[in-house]
């Protein structure tokens, strides 16, 4: 196949025609293949070689005799559509393409079902440069990917200038992290047996040129580019100091609980436990009071993987609890086999139990299922007095919600501990 010296030169030539005839339309489009790696690494190279001469082969199925397709590098191809009527035509030919990858492909005895993510890119007078019409097509790709894979989207100025400012958000957090900018704060948790706090959860904010940056703004990015691991540990560190700190100064008669979320990165590293045991250690913070949340999405990606990592955190000493249980893809079938203490029923569970009668239903059963796997639950987004009540009937064990508290930094949360309210 064409590589992408010989690629550019074709989009060179069509950039030159386009300058002396400005009716002329032609299209860049960037193709990668969805979940390839899972396929090498389950199945072996040889295999993964085999797809992509497969893939190949009905790519130029899918073209015209006078349409380049190339292969730019792993399971990246890219396409040019050369003299086509309008931008319509670029998507029908994608259309084409991602129904052709869906049929499965067979070798040395293994059916693979994969799909691909495509970008388009139009051509138009103000590109002069082939190389950017190629990472424009990627950016529309690469905008794919992130609304979920399969699928195909035309390049807009938009996808640009959000590349450029998650470029410099990258740029900005790892600066954060060599500046110390990221802040932890801390929601309580409250025992519906006794109606007081019983523990924190650790939350991590980002003071960015003086305005707080919320997780949801940073996160994504942090998971993509590895940076959320080191975020993670300082996040963990920094709570299992401080808490192990109000534990040492609070006359209460509880022992506080400190409720940290792993992420996915974090979570499927290979020194998860190390790194975990060696904050234990440093901080003096007992493993029994430690509470690790994992997204049930997380757990559920690799079940058997997650089986083996979950024993493993346990054999620490401490606690792990599937949060936003609901939410994601859980398998009935695998979760009493995960050794798991707690789960967090998600909050939008919570707040649309006065607005829908099955939701209270739906409530009381992940309560049933908890306790009858012989697990804790805990009750996210507790809003409302009526809300309280409900799930203290229900039988749920914890709850946190901005009826109690929203999370607050440090010196805040010490004063609320002092104040020892009940609810």
């Known amino acids: 196949m064409p590589n992408r010296a010989l690629f550019l030169n074709r989009v060179t030539h069509c950039l030159a025609r386009l300058s002396r005839r400005e009716e002329l339309r032609f299209a860049v489009l960037f193709l990668d293949l969805d979940r390839f790696k899972v396929i090498n690494d389950s199945l072996g190279h040889r295999v993964g070689d085999m797809l992509l001469r497969s893939v190949s082969g009905r790519l130029q199925d899918c073209l015209r005799p006078g349409d380049t397709v190339a292969r730019l590098g792993g399971d990246e191809f890219t396409i040019l559509l050369d003299d086509i009527g309008h931008d319509s035509d670029s998507v029908e030919v994608a ?3 991602r129904i052709a990858m869906e049929r499965p492909f067979h070798f040395e005895g293994h059916e693979i079902v994969t799909s691909v993510s495509i970008g388009i890119a139009p051509s138009n007078s103000t590109y002069t440069r082939p ?4 990472r424009d097509a990627d950016t529309a790709m690469y905008q794919v990917k992130s609304q979920g894979r399969a699928g195909h989207l035309l390049f807009d100025k938009t996808m640009h200038e959000h590349a450029l400012r998650r470029l410099h958000l990258e740029a900005d957090l790892r600066r954060a992290l060599e500046r110390r900018e990221f802040l932890v704060y801390y929601q309580p948790t409250v025992s519906l047996a006794t109606g007081r706090i019983s523990g924190f959860e650790a ?12 997780p ?5 990015i942090a998971e993509e580019t590895g940076l959320i691991e080191q975020i993670d540990t300082f996040v963990m560190a920094e709570a299992c100091r401080q808490v192990r700190s109000w534990q040492s100064r609070w006359e209460g ?3 506080l609980s400190l ?13 998860v436990c190390p790194r975990i045991e060696g904050i234990l250690h440093a901080t003096g913070f007992a493993a029994g009071s430690l509470h690790l949340e994992i997204t049930e999405s997380v757990v559920m990606e690799d079940a058997a993987r997650s089986r083996e990592l979950l024993v493993a ?12 249980f609901g939410t994601g893809y859980s398998s009935l079938n695998y979760l009493h086999e995960f050794d798991v203490d707690d789960l967090k029923v998600d909050r939008s569970f919570i707040d649309n139990m006065g607005k829908e009668r099955d939701t209270v239903r739906i409530v009381e059963t992940v309560i049933g299922l908890g306790h009858g796997l012989g697990m ?7 809003e409302t007095l009526e809300q309280l009540r409900k799930i203290r009937e229900l039988g749920c064990e914890v709850a946190q919600g901005y009826l109690f508290s929203r999370p607050v930094d440090a010196a805040a949360a010490w004063e609320l501990l002092e104040a020892d309210p009940c609810w």
């Open 259 to 271: 409720s940290v979320n792993v992420s996915g990165r974090q979570f499927r590293s290979h020194d």
């Open 131 to 134: 190389e950017d019409l190629i």
């Open 253 to 255: 008669d509880r022992t």
């Open 203 to 214: 939350l991590v904010r980002w003071s960015r040129d003086g305005r707080m940056v919320f």
């Open 376 to 382: 804790t639950v805990t009750a996210e987004g507790v």
């Open 313 to 324: 955190l346990r054999g620490l000493g401490v606690r792990v609890a599937i949060d936003d």
């Open 95 to 97: 259309t084409r393409i």
């Open 216 to 220: 949801d703004e940073f996160i994504p």
